[in-house]
């Protein structure tokens, strides 16, 4: 099963500057509770967007795709240069993908679930997530809360 995992502002927006652009507590325990125990596969920038000490980010197979083959990762950390060759490799596995953008966009095609968390406001930055095509994607969950909600969407 391939997931993409993201939070969402009102206009697509998920990042600026590499970073993050809230906060949100419960946002980071969801993220926690539904990738834990499973992989995370992530582009480098959002690798190196992660503070050190909270990386690799635990009870789950960190993996980081880059076209630097030299790229240093802690022990236990993998990394390709080909994000087919790192799914081919999990096919059989829960692969969530954890971003950003540019790996967002080269994999939604080939996503069965997308977990998002609507963040319920308008924010200026300079990352995106892809369209979420509604004659694609079917909503089959929903969990309100003050300022953002957990959506759970399949393929059709
Ligand atoms: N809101 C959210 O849920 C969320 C989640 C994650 C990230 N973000 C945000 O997203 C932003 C980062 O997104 P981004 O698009 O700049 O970076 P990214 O997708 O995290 O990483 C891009 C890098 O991944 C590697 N890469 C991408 N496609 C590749 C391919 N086909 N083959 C080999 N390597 C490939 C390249 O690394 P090399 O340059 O090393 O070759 C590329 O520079 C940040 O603002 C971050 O905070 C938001």
Redesign the pocket.
């Known amino acids: 099963m391939l997931s993409l995992i993201?939070?969402?502002s009102e206009n697509n927006c998920?990042?600026?500057d590499?970073?993050?652009l809230w906060n949100i507590r419960e946002d980071m325990k969801h993220f926690k509770d539904v990738t834990s125990g499973n992989i995370v596969l992530?582009?480098?920038?959002?690798w190196e967007?992660i503070p050190e000490k909270f990386r690799p980010l635990p009870n789950r197979k960190n993996i980081v795709?880059?076209?630097?083959m030299n790229?240093e990762v802690p022990e236990g950390v993998e990394i390709y240069?080909?994000?087919d060759e790192a799914l081919e490799k999990y096919k059989n596995e829960n692969v969530f993908i954890?971003?950003?953008?540019?790996?967002y966009k080269?994999t939604i095609e080939k996503a069965d679930q997308l977990f998002i968390t609507e963040v319920h406001q308008v924010f200026e930055g300079d990352?995106f997530f892809p369209e979420i095509d509604k004659n694609v994607w079917q909503e089959v969950e929903r969990e309100d809360h003050e300022g953002f909600s957990f959506v759970r969407y399949i393929r059709k």
Do not use: E, F, V
């Open positions: 993201a939070a969402i998920i990042g600026k590499n970073a993050l992530m582009g480098r920038n959002t967007s795709i880059t076209r630097d790229y240069s080909s994000i954890i971003g950003g953008a540019s790996i080269q990352a």
